[in-house]
């Protein structure tokens, strides 16, 4: 069936509207498409610590008043640390407990248990948060009576939730629930654990 004149041109008119109208528009210019950004592959995740050069932890078990702590010495003699069973794990001076740990970079000050601004005697990492200095109050680190055994270069102290070691760059604690610790000596303090290297000897 043949359509009207009159039709056709309709038709045609309607479809040209219609392509226009669809809002689509190809150009090729054949140029390469613009380089999308390449999002940079995730961090990898941090390994955990090593257990190549744990100590026995029995060996370095005293028991104060208010229980079970594990204590040990720098093999200087420099430090007197102790782990306190899933509370804490720290440091201070091994002959000067009271006195500035005189480690550079520390703040002048810091609140006591009273909240007053006093020297910081000590380092620590609690079970939670970050790494800090601290005020305390009597020599809460040093095994008393002592001396603590020390602990050799490139050992691992670990017990109940904390580890600790001493390498030529300091002593190092962490807190394995929460991640965070510390590395210090008498040059610097970083609010981060240094692990042992596993080839260490």
């Not at 720290?90 to 550079?104: K, N, R, V």
Request: overall charge negative.
């Amino acid at each position: 069936m043949k359509l009207p004149t009159l039709r056709v041109p309709v038709l045609v008119a309607l479809a040209v509207i219609a392509a226009g109208c669809s809002g689509e528009r190809i150009v090729n210019t054949d140029e390469p498409p613009p380089a999308r950004p390449v999002a940079p592959p995730p961090a990898s995740p941090t390994p955990p610590p090593s257990n190549v050069h744990l100590v026995n932890a029995f060996d370095y078990a005293g028991s104060p008043e208010g229980g079970t702590r594990y204590f040990f010495v720098s093999p200087s003699g420099s430090w007197a640390c102790a782990i306190v069973p899933r509370v804490k794990a720290g440091c201070q001076s091994a002959d000067s407990f009271g006195s500035s740990l005189g480690i550079t970079g520390e703040p002048e000050t810091v609140p006591n248990a009273a909240g007053e601004a006093v020297a910081p005697n000590a380092v620590v990492v609690d079970r939670e948060g970050e790494a800090h200095f601290a005020a305390v109050d009597q020599p809460e680190f040093a095994l008393d009576p002592g001396p603590a055994k020390d602990l050799p270069f490139n050992r691992i102290l670990a017990a109940a939730g904390f580890r600790c070691n001493v390498q030529e760059t300091g002593v190092s604690c962490l807190s394995e629930l929460s991640g965070k610790g510390f590395t210090f000596s008498a040059d610097a303090f970083v609010p981060q654990y240094t692990d042992v290297p596993a080839g260490a000897p």
